[in-house]
């Protein structure tokens, strides 16, 4: 061993990366032969600059030890893995998934962009809970958001199938957890047919963006960078909370979208209730007395003592409320804008649990 | 997180913004050894070549042929080093219950992963509340058993061997002993370990503070509690990291009755450690706990978290901070366990198993004689 000579310096190894150079995550679902790998191919073919990790089938139940992926750089594709079983998989605050792709980045260096391509099966609610973590975390990806690809010519009849036990059908949470659905193969329906389409997948989600397509050609700025469950997305959120309007089931059983607009200040101590009782403790019921189960819920907020917009997300029991840099205006009324998307839901009770978080007139006598 | 400090050059008398840095010391694991250019490294290198020597000096020491390299080319954030090899799985008498993933080749409990994802938080009956209080009564005469041997020159896989006895000859199963593959009946973290450290040959040194981790299966329960103790006498830095950790996990401990929202506690603990300039870990957090191991509820211990839940009486869970000197980050060594923290610092825990009662909640795993004070509290 040479020790005796000096060795030649190397620059200083920087520590961690601030946050702002976080990764989107897409997650992207739909049933088998909607056209989910044709819209990831051509999104690889399209982004050929950028490296892009591809994940097939999202995580299985803690038995896989080590996980394929695909990494897309200068038009080639080639073979990673993730390694999975590290360890516990008890008190880990982040998903095993989760933590094998930042893992991975760190050796490999960082990905553009992740897809994630989930089965025809999965509830992709259960996925973006893995990847929608708290801030604190300062994790180097983001829940960018959920892309449901369906097929024109199949999905009414996928969205009318019925489950034992009267459970969700997988389509239809597909369609309710979508932050951009495309409606693909329109070439192979008619007019008629493809507006049927639109108007089921409309009266179920009420918020998301609807792109039409045959062969998942798509404009990709519509389906990358889509901010859907953060604060970036709060300009648009807003304008599009301003025009969703509560929807009627076309399907029975159906989920649907319900929304309520009050204007007023909230306290934040009660709207926590009220968001408590709606996703965790299950206590708001409809007419027929079946609770509310909701999916996926949206909003724009005014709270009593913050000049910030807030924002309101929810993906089944997770939620959260996060000031927005949008400050209201001096002479802009406060309106606050919340859309639920989910299964018996009903806007009456909705809107009436709602007005409770309410400052009234007792409240600003403090 | 701040991002990149300016460093000084290390060559003594020179101030200069430091940008290099020496790769023999970063293949040792010494840290901050940077320098403003090779002339002046060329310069020192008559004294800084020492270090070298020293380091290696350390990591050739072969006692009994002592393995404290086994994956070479991996960067240690800090001084600590794996003591190999392990004496082999230590058996538990077949007469004791076990639970269901002590015989699953890969460690896996199908029980908890059949209700992974389910956010549903268990309602103890009277029954199950009782089996609780045994196993934890339990779980804490085996940790009161490991205190007693903390001192310099015991090893962590003696305090083990003890815990592996103590539980045993109390009909206990040793809950973490083959849990996902888990070698040992016991976790025992050094210093800049955060937790699941793995009882090895390594023989604890003054001034190292160590906490052990124990959970117990008894009758079909488990009982979850851990201390941080003192070896021999440490320095003020450690007495200060100790004591606040503690107090994170009592402050929290005071605030949990009904109607409190599980990621409340996150904001207490953190207040309370950065206050003192501390860090809270974010990757490892408090869990529920009675048939399973770990279930529902998930209680992170940082401010603004998602926790799902609401607490209520008859729910059964622990909180289990871990507070650093540095920074919160943390990596895992290639054993796929030992949580160390990114920087090297040193990281403290404390942990209690508890339950909710009407009005505020029972600490399970309390401390019965020397009036429920935490070991370290005598050594202060």
Known sequence: ?????????????????????????????????????TLLNYILTEQHSKRIAVILNEFGEGSALEKSLAVSQAGELYEEWLELRNGCLCCSVKDNGLK?????????????????????????????????????????????????????????????????????????????????????????????????????????????????????????????????????????????????????????????????????????????????????????????????????????????????????????????????????????????????????????????????????????KT | MAALETRECETEGCNSEAKLQCPTCIKLGIQGS??????????????HK?????????????????????????????????????TPKRPVPGSIQRPDYADHPMGMSESEQSLKGTSQIKILTNDEIEGMQTVCK????????????????????????????????????????????????????????????????????????LNVDITVFHNGYHGDLNETFFVGEVDEGAKRLVQTTYECLMQAIDAVKPGVRYRELGNIIQKHAQASGFSVVRSYCGHGIHKLFHTAPNVPHYAKNKAVGVIKPGHVFTIEPMICEGGWQDETWPDGWTAVTRDGKRSAQFEHTLLVTETGCDILTRRLDDNGRAHFLSFM
């Open chain 1, 1 to 37: 061993m040479d020790e005796e000579d000096c060795p030649e310096l190397v620059p200083i190894e920087k520590t961690t990366d601030g946050p702002s150079s976080q990764i989107p995550v897409t997650i992207i679902t739909g049933y088998l032969g909607a056209g989910k790998t």
């Open chain 1, 100 to 364: 094998a792709i930042e893992n991975l980045m760190e050796k490999k260096g960082k990905f553009d962009y992740i897809l994630l391509e989930t089965t025809g099966l999965a509830d992709p609610g259960a996925v973006a809970s893995m990847f929608w973590v708290d801030a604190e975390l300062g994790s180097d990806v983001y829940l960018d958001g959920i892309v449901t690809v369906i097929d024109a010519k199949y999905t009414m009849q996928q969205l009318t199938e019925e489950k034992p036990d009267g459970l969700v059908n997988e389509a239809t949470r597909q369609v309710a957890l979508a932050d951009l659905l495309i409606i693909n193969k329109t070439d192979l329906v008619s007019e008629q047919e493809l507006r049927k389409v639109r108007d089921t997948v409309g009266s179920i989600n009420g918020l998301v963006r609807i792109l039409e397509t045959q062969k998942a050609r798509v404009d990709l700025s519509q389906v990358l960078d889509l901010h859907s469950f953060d604060i970036k997305d709060v300009t648009r959120l807003s304008e599009k909370l301003q025009l969703v309007k509560s929807t009627h089931p076309h399907l029975d059983k159906s989920i649907l979208t319900v929304t309520v607009e009050m204007p007023g200040d909230v306290s934040e101590d009660r709207l926590n209730l009220f968001i408590q009782d709606l996703l965790w403790e299950k206590n708001l019921k409809n007419k027929e007395g079946s609770p509310m189960h909701v999916i996926r819920l949206k909003g724009i907020l005014s709270i009593e003592g913050k000049g910030q917009r807030v924002m309101l997300q929810g993906v089944h029991e997770l939620y959260e409320l996060e000031e927005t840099p949008e400050a209201w205006g001096q002479e802009e009324p406060r309106v606050n804008r919340l859309v639920f998307i989910g299964r018996y839901l009903d806007r009456d009770i909705l809107r009436a649990q709602f007005t409770t978080t309410l400052l009234n007139k007792e409240d600003s």
């Open chain 2, 50 to 86: 020492l270090l070298h020597k020293k380091a290696k000096d350390v990591v050739n020491c072969v006692e009994q042929d002592t393995n404290t390299d086994p994956w070479p080319g991996y960067r240690y954030t800090g001084k600590l080093r794996p003591h190999y090899p392990l």
């Open chain 2, 34 to 47: 940077y320098f403003c250019s090779q002339e002046c490294f060329k310069g020192s290198w008559s004294t």
């Open chain 2, 138 to 209: 339990l779980a804490r005469e085996v940790l009161d058993i490991a205190a007693l041997m903390v001192k310099p020159g015991v090893t962590t896989e003696e305090i083990d061997h003890a815990v592996h006895l103590a539980c045993t000859a109390r009909n206990c199963y040793p809950s973490p002993l083959n849990y996902y593959n888990f070698p040992k009946s016991c976790c025992t973290s050094v210093n800049e370990v955060i937790c699941h450290g793995i009882p090895d040959r390594r023989a604890l040194q003054e001034g190292d503070i």
